[in-house]
């Protein structure tokens, strides 16, 4: 009994985890969903990673405060930035409990031609969170 309970456990955690989708596998976002038209001598791609959790709704990116695109699962963007600091935020976006308003930010600093990769994604705590994965 106690093994099924194990096999259980890990079953449901696994199945709310979300996976990490490359940039070069990402389906590119709907025009229609991206906002930002951004001059700069930077760029950040940002791709939404693939799973359950939170699946349902849009995660809006936000570039300095402003929406910049609305992601599924699997879909990516670039935008050109300016060099320098830049603010990056992700909160849920959409109708009914899509709605709901919390803001995860982060800064980065970008040099001149310097490209970021960025990945979105639904946390276990069910809060959206935005993470560097590199730079080039």
Known sequence: ????????????VSGC???FVP????KQVPAERIFYQGDGDAKITVTRDDGYI?????LALLINGAKAAQFDPEEKATFNVASGATILGVTFSGDGL???????????????GEHGIYRMYTG??????ILPVSKS
């Open 54 to 58: 939170g699946g349902g709704c849009y």
């Open 98 to 112: 899509c709605s709901y308003g919390q803001v995860l930010s982060t800064e980065t600093q970008l040099k001149p």
């Open 17 to 19: 985890s979300t996976t």
């Open 124 to 129: 276990y705590s069910s809060d959206p969170v």
């Open 23 to 26: 940039p070069e596998s990402a």
């Open 1 to 12: 009994m106690k093994q099924l309970l194990a096999i259980a456990i890990i079953l449901t």
